[in-house]
């Protein structure tokens, strides 16, 4: 069992950054993929970015290459989500999610967050 906690949301400015942190408990979080997701206002919720346990492998949508950054600190239990260049049509819940599978954690993974809301301005 994994429990997932997100912070770090807010409100930026178009161009700003913001940094997501995913603090997770359970004595094998190590051995977890992990991946941000997240769902705007009447979309569904679409996969954003993954690492592996090790953070040796790293997967991006195509929306966000080059701007955001997933990142992981196996010895803090945590996993982050640096985001550069931000755009209004990054406005979103963000959540943070784990699975043992890498092949799961950014598709249909068995552990969330509860979200942190993110609002770009224009």
């Known amino acids: 069992q994994v429990q997932l906690v997100e912070s770090g949301g807010g409100l930026v400015q178009a161009g700003g950054s913001l940094r997501l942190s995913c603090a997770a408990s359970?004595?094998?979080?190590?051995?977890?993929?992990m991946g941000w997701f997240r769902q705007a206002p009447g979309k569904e919720r679409e996969f954003v970015a993954a690492?592996?346990?090790?953070?040796?492998?790293?997967r991006y949508a195509d929306s966000v290459k080059g701007r955001f950054t997933i990142s992981r600190d196996n010895a803090r239990n945590a996993v982050y989500l640096q985001m550069n260049s931000l755009k209004p049509e990054d406005t979103a819940m963000y959540f943070c999610?784990?699975?043992?599978?890498?092949?799961?954690?950014?598709?249909?993974?068995?552990?969330w967050g509860q979200g942190t809301q993110v609002t770009v301005s224009s």
């Open positions: 690492t592996s346990w090790r953070g040796t492998n790293t």
């Open positions: 359970g004595r094998t979080f190590s051995t977890y993929s």
């Open positions: 999610a784990a699975d043992e599978s890498w092949l799961r954690v950014f598709t249909t993974p068995d552990y």
